[in-house]
């Protein structure tokens, strides 16, 4: 039995991770650097104009300014950085918690629409435990927010599980629902790959809005009257709600910590993640702050089958 604890611990990133790509929204390049970070930096902006930092924005739900589509933060001076959602979502579902996210731009890049990218080149970087304990925000009691037929809570759990719905009134999208307890092992494989979606007849308005100026097949599900638009289809079955999904695990990230609790969200979205965040800890009798369930790590099992065969057993 190892005497380490898996979980015990803060994280960061063991080198500079370098990214560029392209904003969906703006059509604009963007360069982003993720610098690790000292233990309970949390994970941050870095807003930076020709070489020059304008602005240090926290990943928290106090900073939001906008959730049209996306998920934006700013500060009061007018300086903004939107599509945060699945940048945050990697970092999260890969339980780093210190992260100075260096960019030069109002966006983040959407890279093929999905945490994919973000994961691997995170994965290549590796991810270094720091001596600080992990600290969880712990929800102590249910909260819940409506709006319409939409809504979300919050209810006590001791690890992190998602449960989501949606419901579009098209055949090629429907009802779908799906959980799971979330965990880097869960996000890399069930989540992290789905991609944003869209409606091929709502383009015309999102340009006319300035929206949507970046997307196209290489970063977006096109949802078509009667089909989808991408030549390769889908990534998984019900990938549409595995991408709620996967904004969820981005959105949560602006509690500032990570969550113990379990999320239920129906037919809700960048919106209803952050009202939700904002109603618990706009409630102080529904959270604290704990230092994180330490679970021991156990030795890996030894299958011994193949020196069975090996040996004529």
Known sequence: MSNRFIG?????????IEVTGTGVHSGAPVSVILHPAAADTGLRFLVTKRGRVVAEIPASVDYVKNLTLCTVIGNDAGITVGTIEHLLSALR???????????????????????????????????????????????LKPIRVQEGESWGEL????????????????????????SFEMSPGVFRTEICRARTFGFMSDVERLWKAGLALGANLTNTIAIGDNKIMNREGLRYPQ?????KILDAVGDLALAGKPLLAAYRSVKGGHRMNSLVVQALLADTDAWT??????????????DLSAYAIAAGE
């Open 155 to 178: 209810v006590p759990h001791s690890g992190f599980h998602l449960d989501v719905e949606i419901d579009f009134p098209t055949p090629l999208i429907g009802k779908q629902r799906l």
């Open 239 to 243: 990938e549409f709600v595995r991408h």
């Open 8 to 16: 015990a611990r803060q994280t960061t990133i063991a080198r500079e």
């Open 93 to 139: 579902g890969l339980a780093v918690d210190n992260c100075i996210i260096e960019i030069d731009s109002k966006e983040v890049p959407i890279m093929d629409g999905s945490a994919a990218p973000f994961v691997d080149l995170i994965d290549e970087a590796g991810i270094r435990e720091l001596a600080a304990p992990r600290r969880y925000i712990k929800v």
């Open 289 to 302: 702050v704990v230092q994180g369930p330490r679970v021991r790590e156990t030795k890996p099992q030894v």
